[in-house]
């Protein structure tokens, strides 16, 4: 069933048509397949870099659209709805372009913007560590100061995109407190991806370890100055959320639409199975939920594009639609029975991915910590 | 080499379409509207012959206000003009008012070349309103093309139907309407989005395009939709349980439909 949307431009009423066709000619038909095979989507992103759609957010001066979040992030959510790998990459590869765009100086940004936002590279974001996951501030990876740059020293953990990433937005220790953002290349000498973890879901897409032994990163490659890694990684991650909220909101809505088609078609007792109320009440259920977590990513973007503060709206609407996307996708495979619990249908591999929403990019715990913290003012 | 192509915008095939209750035409309301698909094919063949020709491309849509969205993708696809004959008066005119009213407008153009359609559309189907265009232009018309080629002032297609395939040639101006096979057409860009806005639309009403209002609408319409009915849904197939005469059976009802 299309959403229907609320747009304030014309631009953003045409950008929203081209990503659904973008989403239903060439993503829907093919994820399905890759998700089983474990086949890296890079030609999905090329499509959608040569669209234009990769780097929405950020200024045309430097290639970009210059759109409100509050487009972007519907766009992320029709794409998700499509393919989650594809919805999650591209929120990743935005949140990894934020660091450069919002903290770099011009000299970084003509350098390396253009072809990062130009749509034929594709980005990831090195922050997590294997003792520093929620802890990030705990990180031990070293850049140590030399004469040309930095050498890095460490191990990166839980990279979307390692091994076939473009760029690395990589946060490391450049002294015992300091903590610094640096703008690697995926091709630096000394940098190499392990092999990918085994997971649950967003099996399209690989995650993997990243080991930095001595890579040589040019000292032209700091980001927002020594010492401010931290609080740049920690500012990424508010709009990052954002990302994922709507990525959670169009895998429910995909869900609950595979849900509502079967439950109208399916017949048990001579009647479809939506007119017997124990799962009216349940696609109804999940119809708010899908709907409650759309207006809260909404609004934490109108407060975003206003300029107005949104961390703690952000960490809001990342808790609440990826527990909406929990359940919603969990319930969908209810409704379908036996058949949603085979692959036949997508509901199960919905549920699966699902489930890495409520873990990145901050676990929903410590979504309620920042919003804990910020209304006790901490 | 001067382009113009027909574009029309229909109901969502994806989505639930349905007749109006009172006059048995299209409700546009009720679905989702879209640039139809056999249209951004009519495009992109016109963008191509521009690409390799020079000249230019102008889109012309005979539709309610709504249609502009239609007509944007075909500029956002790189259309660099378009018309937009649009008045309450034209609700209703069938396939015959349809022609007249777009060769009157094509008429207040400067130096039509080639008009590009799509074969049929997928809301009406009638697929009669390209060869009607060329009849009432006196143009050749080159209908069903699954590809086309443009040498200096003759235009070549190879016109593929049910009969069978075969190699049409005029001298321009024609009318030349493609199939879906002619082409993939390209997405627009955000790029392009941003550029259609800054593209010209003229939007002509009856008297503007000069049409004669009775030749046109309900009132004007030669045919007349006297009843309309949902199709029924799908039955369910018949099922064969093989008990060693399988291979008999299948023949036989193969046999009932005249397949073999």
Redesign the interface.
């Known amino acids: 069933m299309p959403v229907e949307r609320i747009l304030a431009t014309t631009e953003a009423t045409d950008l929203l048509n081209l990503t659904k066709d973008i989403a239903r000619n060439e993503l829907a038909p093919e994820a399905a397949r890759a998700e089983e095979t474990g086949n890296f989507p890079h030609e999905k992103f090329e499509l959608l870099g040569e669209a234009g759609l990769l780097s929405l957010p950020y200024p045309e001066a430097h290639g970009g659209a210059n759109q409100p979040y509050e487009t972007y992030l519907q766009v992320l959510e029709e794409i998700s709805s499509a393919w989650m790998t594809v919805g999650v990459g591209l929120s990743v590869h935005t949140m990894s372009c934020y660091p450069l765009v919002e903290f770099g100086t011009d000299a970084q940004r003509e350098r390396w913007l253009g072809e990062m936002l130009g749509g034929h590279t594709l980005g990831a974001y090195a922050l997590s560590e294997p003792q520093a996951g929620s802890d990030a501030g705990a990180l031990r990876t070293r850049a140590e100061r030399n004469g040309a740059g930095y050498a890095v020293t460490g191990t990166k953990c839980w990279i979307t995109h390692g091994g076939v990433a473009d760029f690395y937005t990589l946060m490391a220790r450049t002294s015992e407190d300091e903590i610094s953002c640096l703008l690697v290349d995926g091709n630096t000498p000394g940098l190499v991806a392990a092999s990918p973890e085994h997971k649950m879901g967003l099996t399209g897409s690989p995650t993997t370890e990243l080991v930095l032994d001595g890579a040589p990163v040019a000292a032209e490659r700091l980001i927002g100055g020594e010492g401010n890694g931290l609080r740049i990684a920690l500012r990424a991650l508010d709009s990052g959320r954002l990302g994922i909220a709507a990525c959670a909101v169009g895998l429910a809505q995909a869900a609950l639409d595979q849900a509502l088609e079967y439950a109208r078609q399916r017949t048990q007792f001579g009647r479809s199975i939506i007119r017997f109320q124990g799962l009216e009440f349940m696609i109804a259920d999940m119809e708010a939920a899908v709907h409650s977590a759309r207006a809260t990513y909404l609004d934490a973007a109108r407060r975003r594009d206003a300029g107005l503060a949104f961390g703690r709206q952000a960490s809001v609407a990342k808790l609440v639609a990826t527990d909406a996307a929990m359940k919603v996708t969990t319930d969908a495979v209810q409704v379908l029975g036996g058949a949603g619990y085979t692959t036949d249908f997508p509901v199960e591999r919905y549920m699966r991915e699902a489930k890495v929403l409520q873990i990145f990019e901050g676990t929903n715990q410590i979504q309620r910590m920042v919003i804990g913290r910020d209304l006790a003012g901490a | 080499m001067n382009i113009v192509v027909l574009v029309k915008q229909v109901p969502d095939t994806?989505?639930e379409r349905k007749l109006s209750d009172s006059d048995h035409t299209l409700d546009r309301a009720s679905a989702?509207a879209?640039l139809d698909e056999i249209n951004e094919r009519a495009v992109e063949e016109a963008l191509l012959a521009k690409e390799a020709h020079g000249g230019e491309v102008t889109a012309l849509c005979m539709g309610p206000e709504r249609a502009t969205?239609a007509i944007?993708?075909a500029l956002?696809m790189g259309a660099d003009k378009a018309v937009h004959l649009s008045d309450e008066a034209l609700h209703g005119t069938d396939a015959v008012g349809t022609a007249k009213a777009l060769a009157k407008v094509v008429g207040t153009l400067e130096s039509v070349d080639m008009i590009i359609a799509g074969n049929e559309s997928t809301d009406g189907r009638s697929g009669a309103v390209p060869a009607m265009l060329a009849e009432l232009l006196g143009w050749p018309q080159l209908t069903y093309a699954r590809s086309l080629s443009l040498d200096g002032s003759t235009v070549t297609i190879e016109r593929e139907t049910d009969a069978g395939v075969t190699s049409v040639r005029a001298e321009l101006p024609a009318v030349v309407s493609v199939t879906e096979k002619i082409n993939e057409p390209r997405?627009?860009?955000?790029?392009g989005?941003?550029a259609?806005?800054k593209k010209p639309v003229s939007t002509l009403t009856l008297a503007d395009a000069g049409i004669d209002a009775g030749e046109v609408g309900l009132s004007g319409a030669l045919t007349q939709m006297v009843s309309s009915a949902p199709a029924p849904p799908k039955e369910a197939g018949q099922q064969v349980t093989d008990e060693g005469d399988g291979g008999t059976r299948i023949v036989e009802f193969l046999s009932g439909k005249n397949l073999v």
Not at chain 2, 187 to 191: D, R
């Open positions: 994806w989505s989702d879209v969205e944007r993708k956002s997405y627009p860009s955000f790029k989005i941003m259609a806005k």
